[in-house]
């Protein structure tokens, strides 16, 4: 009861909402109002969406909540934000002794990012990891990118695909490689919807059979509707999907699968000729694919999209003579779509779960019978296909004790037809679950415990989560597993796969089965941190099909439960403002060769201003980048040539010599570039002369100095010498 009490606070937000827009009052620091001028029909937004806010995943949240650096104030948006995005322009990482003429470049994201790369060298390498790369570039002031995704072409091992939102655009971004990551391509818009209003993100990147790419995303829009004389809007999202058809380098037009609405129910006028009834107002959320061969006919393949359906029913009421909306329940369904044709048309929704709902205020929901005090929400599905063409989902079901806290279940359903019905749900399993954000940062955390699900040769199950554990009421998150040989009829008890036993925190689990039926598991991990907030990506694999977990190195005489994989620590209050979000999942492949993995990464922020990258990783190693510089010894103040090797493409580089950057370049598409500079008159001896990519990458060599400095100096007191001598010689002769 008490808890339902508090739960008529959104309830009389909205009313006082409501009564200032008749009065023509800007809420602007209430974070439900668009603060723009009224259209010539008066049209306001409202945010009847605020309830299910903290349940949204990734960039839906930050954009009901006011603080999306892509809703930062712009001509022909200008929508609410609550976070102060001009403040990140005055917090730029300046390099140390910049030369005349790189003034104007010193307020760049380019530096900004070279400046973090200067004073954080890649270093540690991992025991059987290749280098970090950083992946994604900056073509603004807001530096961040998050919530990667990645698919590896079934044709072409080392053709990768990686979908990122990104806030240098208001479309997420696609990044492409054809040399198994060694360097990549990019950016490439992704667009939404060409009616909305920006891309939600949960970005999710799958191949076809033919190397098709599908990219998978949330497009946020507007839907007007009228309460009595005010004409509103509220947002509304689409499951959208763009497809590319020359690997991930153009897109198609965004199509979409399935989409929210605004509606109105039981509609009537009551005898003082006032409209009565309800406002149903949805929001589609997370969606995750799948791709698959098709039941009857294996020769094709179907496309498969889940998602998360929320509604939110309100009440029109009138306070005198004005309407109010009175939120009564939300609703969320996990639902399913499929496409037979490539992406170019979509089945109607199919659901997978039951609806459960979440009342709010005191005496049940006012809309379903028998529904009182309930406090339920299912989220965070993800679908895979069998081998049949049997379509498996997997989701969270927080139960009734409440969300974010209490106990939380796996559910599980198959469809043998095609994706048309579904079976009864399963309960895969039962654990702690997990807080908004955990108790040591302030990033959202919820998300870790949505289910990661991959399905092995002989369509074996397998399914990781983040749950706290019963045995350490002080740890906020350890990763386990699950698994299910008789497809999704029965599922194995949770095992821990994390191997430390500490109480630091593990979250953001991924997994993938190799075609050898491997298992291989990534996750973040702050074990290394004695202030336990920065974070490692750790790895584990299983060959037993998940009955035990380890790494070896049988060459080195090397076994672990699990390994570090990331050469340098990230510290997530360095990635985003307030450290409040570094997406909701990070993502691994596994190959019959390689294993693939990318993760936000915030290293250059560490001694900069905010900076959040793309990292990846693999396990064959990729060649640190080389310069060559002609000639390697010389007089200062002579002209020399660098050569570099083995860098990002098309990214712009910065020479150092010792603590002062004399130069820039632009490297080619393979990664080469070749400039010739000026060296300083220095010291006799060697200097340190090194380049660095906008990245971070970096190589180094010397510049021998045969005449400097110390030369001048040398020469000069001998001169005052010899002048001496003859000044001496001078006078004795007198």
Known sequence: MARNTGRLFPALILFVLLAAFAAGTAFAESGYIEPRQPTDRSVRLLMTMDPVKEFLSGRAWLTLEGIDPGLWIRPGHNPLTKMDWDSIGSHLYTPPNIPEGFSAAIQSPALQAVGGGLLVPFRDPAPAFSRDLLITRDFSNTPIQTEPHIAVNPNDSDHIVMGTIDYNFPAVTAYVSLDGGLSWEGPFQVPFLLDDRVSGGDPVIQFDRDGNVYYAMISIGIDEFAVGPLQLADIVSSMAVAVSR?????????????????????????????????????????????????????DRDVIYLSYTDFEITSEILWIGELPTLIPRQMATTIRVVRSE????????????????????????????????????????????????????????????????????????????????????????????????????AFFRYWGAAFPQVTIGPNDELYVVYTARPSDRPQDDGDIYFIRSFDRGATWSRPLRVNGDDTDRLQFFPAISAAPDGSLHVMWGDMRDDPAHIRYHIYYTTSDDRGSTWGFELPDFGHSVPDTRVTDFPSNPNKGFPSGLFIGDYFAIEATEDDVYMVWADTRLGEFGGINQKIGFARQRPIRSPDIFISPPSGPGGQNITVQGFNFQPDMTVFVTLEDATIASARTNLEGRFTTSLYVPITGEGPQRLAVYDQSGNMASTSYYTEFGFGNIETMYLELLDRIRDLDDMIRSRE
């Open 246 to 298: 020359d690997g991930g380098f153009s897109w198609d037009e965004t199509i979409s699968a399935a989409r929210s609405e605004v509606r109105l129910e039981d509609q009537q006028i009551d005898a003082s000729g006032r409209l009565r009834g309800r406002i149903v107002a949805g929001f589609l959320d997370k969606p995750w694919t799948a791709v698959g061969p098709h039941r009857q006919d294996a």
């Open 341 to 440: 044709d490539s992406g170019r048309t979509w089945s109607d929704p199919v659901a997978v779960s039951p609806t459960v709902r979440r009342s709010f205020g005191e005496g049940g929901d006012g809309v379903t019978p028998g529904v009182f005090g309930s406090d339920r929400v299912v989220q965070g599905s993800q679908p895979v296909v069998g081998s049949d063409g049997t379509v498996y989902v997997v989701w969270l079901d927080s139960t009734d004790d409440g969300s974010m806290e209490g106990l939380a279940e796996i559910h599980a359903s198959k469809s043998t037809d095609g994706g048309r019905t579904f079976s009864s749900p399963v309960i895969a399993s039962v654990f702690n679950e997990i807080g908004f954000r955990p108790r040591n």
